[in-house]
């Protein structure tokens, strides 16, 4: 594959409904993008379409895989944008949350982006921007979202810290805090026109998200020209977190 000239960008959870859309989004931009996934045949589908690098992760919260896979891509062409897209939606309330669900959440939400920190801090010597997921439902309190807003709040204190803490090495961190987005892990949400309405209604921008609606938002976080920020949340979730919309007629 050759280099292109935006940067280079490795996007962890590359196979889902927003790691697709951002891996096509960069690709489309000029950049390099190495994906990062589970699922082998996808990810050769994936590469196919798309031109990008391959790499497979079989458990999130494998420091030493996800430190080889950091290390690996860092050395085709230095990585200038990290992504993680791994995740999962979870609605159920801590009483019906078991141990080894809170397990998986926490290795698949928190370990991750925890292991992705490590690695770039040991691996990445050049400027990088890391970009990790929380939650609308970490920055307000909403129902059997007990788990989710745990992890989620967990996340967003990492990239502050890991923010404070590389600065000086110019490795950025930041998240974006997304609602209601309509992909393949949120289509049992949304199976029915009343159930898409409802949630439309509860975002005060009046619809639900597209993972193109993320991808972009990701993109123009990661722009080389926007500097001198980082341990940002952002909320991109139609208003739902912070805003009170008056009633729709």
Excluded at 97 to 122: M, P
């Amino acid at each position: 594959m050759q280099e292109k000239t935006n940067g280079h960008a490795l996007i962890f959870g590359a196979t889902g409904g927003m790691g697709k859309a951002i891996v096509r989004g960069l690709g489309q931009q000029g950049y390099r993008v190495t994906a990062v996934g589970r699922d082998e045949k996808h990810l050769a589908v994936m590469a196919q379409e798309t031109q990008c690098d391959i790499h497979t992760l079989q458990r999130p919260s494998d420091f030493t895989r996800v430190e080889e896979i950091v290390a690996a891509a860092n050395s085709t062409q230095p990585v200038s944008v990290i992504v993680n897209c791994l995740g999962s939606v979870w609605l159920k309330p801590s009483s019906a949350t078991s141990e080894s669900d809170w397990s998986d959440l926490v290795s698949l939400h928190l370990s991750s982006c925890f292991g992705i920190t490590r690695a770039v801090a040991k691996k990445i010597r050049q400027p990088c921007k890391v970009v990790f997921f929380s939650s609308a439902a970490a920055q307000t309190g909403m129902p059997n979202h007990e788990a989710i807003s745990a992890v989620k709040a967990g996340v967003e204190g990492l990239v502050r810290s890991a923010a404070a803490t590389y600065a000086r090495r110019q490795l950025s961190f930041y998240a974006i805090a997304p609602g209601m987005v309509e992909t393949g892990a949120t289509e049992h949400l949304l199976s029915s026109d009343a159930m898409k309405q409802l949630s439309a209604a509860q975002h005060p921008l009046g619809r639900i998200g597209q993972p193109d609606d993320i991808a972009k938002w990701v993109a123009a976080i990661i722009n080389p020209h926007l500097q001198w920020a980082s341990g940002m949340v952002l909320p991109v979730d139609g208003g739902l977190a912070h805003l009170r919309g008056l009633p729709r007629k």
